[in-house]
């Protein structure tokens, strides 16, 4: 259990070093695309959890949420020109909503473990 724990922390370690970098590289590159650097924090969250998965690890309910609503609103933003249409949605709040929704959820799937006895 203690390996899967500093595995999972080793990798976390890497996403957020990975996402800094991407965010970095994105802001540096003059004219680069709307939503690539959502693109990026939502690939690097979402194989993160794939790691997590494939490595035995539980994923995380937050990270893979906030990976998925990252990597589709920023694959929507970069394909938004040649798809003709415009939909405006703000994303911080949507993705609060998101969010809040997956706790929720979370928080009615989880059973509850009974108090202990006490003398």
């Known amino acids: 259990m203690n390996d899967l724990r500093t595995t999972d922390r080793r990798n976390q370690a890497l996403a957020w070093g990975a996402i ?4 970095g590289a994105v ?5 680069a695309p709307r939503g690539a650097g ?13 790691t997590r998965f494939r490595g035995g690890i539980p994923m995380n309910g937050i990270s893979l949420a906030l990976g998925a ?3 589709l609103v920023g694959g929507f933003e970069l394909l938004r020109p040649s798809l003709g249409f415009r ?3 703000p994303f911080f709040p949507t993705l609060l909503i998101a969010l809040g929704a997956v706790c929720v959820a979370r928080g009615l799937t989880t059973r509850a473990h009974p108090a202990p006895d006490r003398p």
């Open 20 to 23: 800094f970098i991407a965010v």
């Open 27 to 31: 802001n540096l590159i003059p004219g």
């Open 38 to 50: 959502l693109l990026a924090i939502g690939a690097i969250l979402l194989g993160l959890n794939l």
């Open 69 to 71: 609503a990252c990597f």
């Open 87 to 89: 939909v405006e949605l």
